[in-house]
T-cell receptor
């Protein structure tokens, strides 16, 4: 069974620092790896989706990398801002299931202090 | 208006009561999902549906049932609510593809006393 882990569970950084968020998964047979943002009391918003054939994906200040062989994905947020404060979740979409079930990590709660 | 709408957004109820959470979507997606989120545990899949006639149990379906009334509507029921079903519930949709991006509703916070 796919297991997805995000460490640390929480981190706090001063504004302007780069953020590095880690996601590890146990089964490399995946269709893709997705990163989501969740604000308090809100739903999940998709940030980036990296297909299994890709090494990275970029959107503005966000960059996500994928290394299937080591079972790792990293989300980089450049020049963090207080508005980046949220919980970030990763999810691996499994290729061993018949329908591409998503397995979520528990998330990393980020606080960016002014 | 949101593409995926959940009602109610918040609900407090008592043990033993029947509760229904509703989800409607305007994205035209065939696939719909119900997830539960507990602090520190990530999201767990309760039920999923690939079309109106295709409904499947997820990881934690015990104590829950669902109904797919139409392509755009997918409801989750707790027949007899218990306190450990207190959680944040999310509905999500995706295209008919094993690699599709998920789109989430805003969530329904349920408290069972």
């Amino acid at each position: 069974k796919q297991e997805v882990t995000q460490i640390p569970a929480a981190l706090s950084v001063p504004e302007g620092e780069n953020l590095v968020l880690n996601c590890s998964f146990t089964d490399s047979a995946i269709y893709n790896l997705q990163w989501f943002r969740q604000d308090p009391g809100k739903g999940l918003t998709s940030l980036l989706l990296i297909q299994s054939s890709q090494r990275e994906q970029t959107s503005g200040r966000l960059n996500a990398s994928l290394d299937k062989s080591s079972g790792r994905s990293t989300l980089y947020i450049a020049a963090s801002q207080p508005g980046d404060s949220a919980t970030y979740l990763c999810a691996a979409q499994g290729a061993t299931d018949s329908w591409g079930k998503l397995q979520f990590g528990a998330g990393t709660q980020v606080v960016v202090t002014p | 208006d949101a593409d995926v709408t959940q009602t109610p957004r918040n609900r407090i109820t008592k043990t033993g009561k029947r509760i229904m959470l509703e989800c409607s979507q305007t994205k035209g997606h065939d696939r719909m999902y119900w997830y539960r989120q507990d602090p520190g545990l990530g999201l767990q899949l309760i039920y999923y549906s690939f079309d109106v006639k295709d409904i499947n149990k997820g990881e934690i379906s015990d104590g829950y049932s669902v109904s797919r009334q139409a392509q755009a509507k997918f409801s989750l029921s707790l027949e007899s609510a218990i306190p450990n079903q207190t959680a944040l519930y999310f509905c999500a949709t995706s295209e008919s593809s094993n690699t599709g991006e998920l789109f989430f509703g805003e969530g329904s916070r349920l408290t069972v006393l």
